[in-house]
């Protein structure tokens, strides 16, 4: 159809028609547009109603383990440990025991030649001789004077005298007696010996060095320290420091495995002696001393030590993550979800923090779904959506809900548990 066909056609159309059609066309595009519109409204409705309800993960409260492992750190002291110090002034003649020689009780270790103790010793020896000749003249003297009481000779109160002179030159006999044992006690005390079975674990004087009675080797600055020291190192003891919440496991019976540093893939078995009854209002700890054979004294005095503990739990106690807990001024809750998906505000009584789980008294039943991570704004009666599980999340909470802390574990159990959440088991 060429152009003066089409001008022609447009010719016989009516101008009404025309005008209908127009009209019709524009409505058509209104009411499409007022539907699209209402279509757009309705899904952001839908949207918005579905975002003011809150997306939740859901987990269950799981049973705590049977044990659960601690390591603390421990000191290592001797069995008996003796600073060894001179009980007479002088110089030292000769050591015959080094650092890290065995000894027995009674064992010389060094001699000390001591000439003022040796003066006074002959001195005091001295004055007993003279104390026991004016004894043995007092008692004949006395025993005269009495064979001639009641005569005219002598009078009582002269024999009186002479008998109590003997009582008193028996008297100064045995001071000098004891004077002379006291001495004879520190002339020992030149030879310093060992005071039982042990090691020599120090050596602080050498020859020619000047000794104080009483004290030690004397210093440049006149302070003394101990001669010697012996250890006595066939058992050792171990002391720790336990925290207040582990205090119910400290009784016979319980053991307790060491590793040291210097023997780092060998472990020690030591058994629980004592512990100080009493914790220290600065760490809350209390002092617990264990034993360790040490036939081979492989294990010296003051080595450090981490000691590993095992201690029972109640099994039927539950545990859950320190994340789905929320802190409210009605105290320590939970956010359970019920069977419609609202939210029900629950409180608990907290146990033991075990690291990232921790445990619930009471408050809580092992059939009840709980949120993870509650928001701090999440309300009593809440509506909620619950959302279907993501491994690497609640799978991993509840793994670890039922599992020691990481702290605890050993490398292997650490691996394996990685590898669990690594693969999303539950």
Do not use: C
């Not at 003394?224 to 496991?249: C, K, T």
């Not at 320190?322 to 146990?351: C, I, P, S």
């Amino acid at each position: 159809m060429n152009t003066n066909q089409q001008a022609s056609f447009a010719r016989r159309i009516p101008p009404w028609l025309l005008a209908a059609l127009m009209a019709l066309i524009a409505v058509g595009l209104v009411a499409f547009g007022i539907a699209r519109r209402a279509h757009n409204v309705a899904d952001l409705r839908n949207v918005a109603a579905e975002e003011s309800v809150p997306q939740v993960q859901i987990i269950s409260p799981a049973p705590g383990p049977a044990t659960r492992s601690i390591t603390l750190p421990g000191t290592i002291k001797a069995w008996s440990y003796a600073p060894i110090y001179a009980q007479v002034s002088g110089y030292v003649v000769k050591w015959f025991k080094d650092y890290g020689a065995p000894v027995k009780a009674g064992e010389m270790l060094a001699t000390v030649d001591a000439p003022a103790v040796d003066e006074q010793y002959e001195s005091a020896l001295a004055d007993l001789e003279v104390a026991q000749t004016n004894y043995q003249l007092a008692t004949v003297t006395a025993a005269r004077w009495t064979a001639l009481s009641g005569t005219q000779a002598v009078s009582q109160q002269e024999v009186d005298v002479k008998v109590a002179d003997a009582a008193a030159q028996k008297a100064q006999m045995h001071a000098a007696e004891h004077k002379v044992a006291r001495f004879k006690v520190l002339e020992s005390f030149r030879n310093i010996i060992a005071p039982f079975d042990g090691v020599v674990t120090s050596r602080n004087t050498d020859v020619g060095n000047y000794v104080n009675a009483a004290g030690g080797d004397v210093g440049a600055r006149g302070a003394a320290d101990e001669l010697f020291s012996v250890a006595d190192i066939h058992e050792m003891r171990v002391f720790v420091s336990v925290p207040q919440d582990y205090s119910g496991i400290l009784e016979p019976g319980l053991t307790a495995t060491l590793t040291l540093p210097q023997y780092p893939n060998r472990e020690f078995k030591a058994s629980f002696d004592t512990t100080a009854n009493s914790f220290d209002p600065q760490t809350r700890t209390v002092v617990t001393e264990l034993l360790i054979p040490n036939p081979d004294h492989l294990i010296w005095p003051g080595t450090y030590a981490d000691v590993h503990f095992v201690a029972p739990m109640d099994h039927n106690v539950l545990v859950i993550p320190e994340q789905a807990l929320l802190f409210r001024a009605e105290g320590m809750q939970v956010a359970l979800v019920g069977a419609h998906d609202t939210v029900h505000l629950q409180n608990v009584k907290l146990g033991r923090n075990l690291g990232q789980t921790v445990e619930i008294v009471s408050g809580l039943q092992r059939s009840d779904r709980l949120v993870l991570s509650p928001s701090a704004g999440i309300l009593e009666g809440e509506q909620v959506r619950v959302a279907t599980g993501v491994p690497g999340i609640a799978p991993q909470a509840k793994f670890r809900a039922a599992m020691p802390d990481a702290a605890s574990m050993t490398d292997t159990q650490r691996a394996k548990v990685q590898a669990a959440i690594d693969n999303g088991e539950q």
